[in-house]
């Protein structure tokens, strides 16, 4: 099939490039001429597990290729995909602003009867909208569907690849049947297409990160009673997970959630619901428990070491927003760090993959180190806030030599609390015990 993707972000690069892979002729189409040139030149602006090699397979063999004639790449389309931004607005809202440029864009080079298909995360009636955009500019027939990505940022080569569902809402039968035959190598195994109607689709991706953010939030709060009550939030988790009705995933306490979507997504929804008068309460304890949640770091820290940080040095190991990715929206770590250098504290950083995304955002108003462990040299205490494998498993000695006082905030409950106690680490976690710290 011939197919472009308008936008080359996170979700149309992963798309272009997994179409690609399985024998579809891709065009991934992007107004940015100095991201199209580093791409065309195997440059991925992104990390992402396992998308380097499939991007350079696919150019090598000529089935994906990367422009900025956006005209160009729909004229000698059949399928389509939108995959701009829907960054939120002041309101909370999604901007569609990107989504409706593209499809009227998309109507002005309409050379035949089209399939558009909106695979940005936008609010319900979206696609109703993209319609009428597209079909101002032209006479050409159009079928407008609604897929929802469902990637997570760290595994979203293999979601695609392996997806567990793909949700597809359609306005006609062909376009159904077209949809069904685009995605079939993804789902060789059964996995469920579910072909319903677009304002279903439209939902269901809001829905499905409002839920797994209430799991997430829920635990955080579970956490706030354990630490008051002398119970282990892990025991707890375990507990609960157990339950088959429950099951064990997005039950992990922590520092709340970030990146591009539970964030923008939990609050688009809000907005919806609270528009169209239904009851969005629910959500909105959600979103305020994260809010709360991110900045958990920061009160412990100034709870232990006072208000003025003046003159002490704060290792922070994690800048991501999560393992396996260099996205920094939304990370709990900004919060942490502004609060940090607001209260006179030099910062020392340390993230395996997210330390050029750091030096944009904080320039030289922190350190960042190559080293993992040249950033504790002469610390008060190491932050911890994203679940890297290398500091699963760390060389406790070492870190201890390096402290200047042997003491760990960890915002991901790496470590053992007991553990960390018989070592002579003063050790703080979320939902469990404090353990090691010494009287007075």
């Not at 969005?280 to 304890?285: C, F, G, V």
């Amino acid at each position: 099939m011939h197919v472009a993707v308008i936008g080359t972000g996170y979700v149309g690069l992963v798309a272009g490039a997994c179409l690609a892979e399985t024998g579809n002729d891709v065009i991934c189409a992007d107004i940015l001429e100095e991201k199209i040139a580093r791409l065309n030149a195997g440059e991925i602006p992104i990390y992402e597990p396992g998308l380097e090699p499939l991007v350079a397979r696919n150019l090598r063999s000529g089935r994906l290729t990367f422009t900025t004639d956006i005209p160009a790449a729909v004229k000698a389309s059949d399928i389509i995909f939108i995959a701009v931004g829907t960054p939120r607005d002041e309101d909370g809202s999604a901007d569609l602003q990107h989504v409706l440029e593209a499809a009227r864009t998309i109507g002005q080079s309409m050379n035949t009867e089209k399939i558009v298909i909106a695979k940005s995360t936008v609010p319900v009636g979206t696609a109703a909208k993209v319609r009428e955009a597209v079909e101002a500019e032209t006479d050409h027939k159009v079928h407008v569907c609604s897929n929802p990505e469902f990637l997570k940022e760290g595994a979203a080569v293999d979601d695609f690849m392996k997806p567990d569902r793909v949700i597809i809402g359609v306005d006609s039968d062909y376009a159904a049947e077209v949809m069904r035959d685009l995605y079939s190598p993804f789902v060789r195994t059964g996995n469920a297409v579910l072909i319903m109607d677009i304002a279903s689709a439209e939902i269901t991706k809001y829905a499905a990160n409002a839920m797994l953010a209430t799991r997430i939030s829920f635990m955080n709060a579970v956490a706030g009673l354990c630490e008051r009550t002398g119970a282990d939030v892990n025991m707890v988790r375990q507990g609960i997970g157990s339950d088959q009705r429950i099951g064990s995933q997005f039950l992990f306490p922590g520092v709340g959630y970030g990146g591009s979507c539970f964030p923008k997504d939990v609050k688009a929804l809000i907005r919806t619901m609270a528009e169209l008068g239904a009851d969005p309460s629910i959500l909105q304890a959600v979103d305020d428990l994260n809010d709360h949640q991110k900045g958990l770091l920061l009160g412990l820290v100034v709870d232990r070491l006072g208000e003025d940080l003046t003159g002490l040095t704060i290792a922070v190991w994690g800048l991501a927003f999560k393992a396996n990715t260099d996205d920094m929206r939304e990370a709990p770590s900004l919060v942490t760090i502004e609060g940090l250098l607001e209260r006179g504290a030099r910062v020392v950083a340390h993230d395996p993959e997210a330390m050029t995304e750091a030096a944009r955002r904080f320039g030289d108003r922190i350190e960042l180190l190559d080293d993992a462990y040249a950033v504790l040299e002469g610390a008060t205490a190491l932050v911890i806030h994203t679940e890297w494998n290398p500091y699963r498993r760390p060389g406790f000695d070492r870190m201890k030599a390096a402290l200047a006082e042997p003491r760990i905030f960890d915002g991901r409950n790496l470590y053992d609390p007991a553990g960390m106690a018989r070592m002579g680490f003063e050790y703080y976690s979320v939902g469990r015990a404090v353990t090691g710290v010494a009287e007075g």
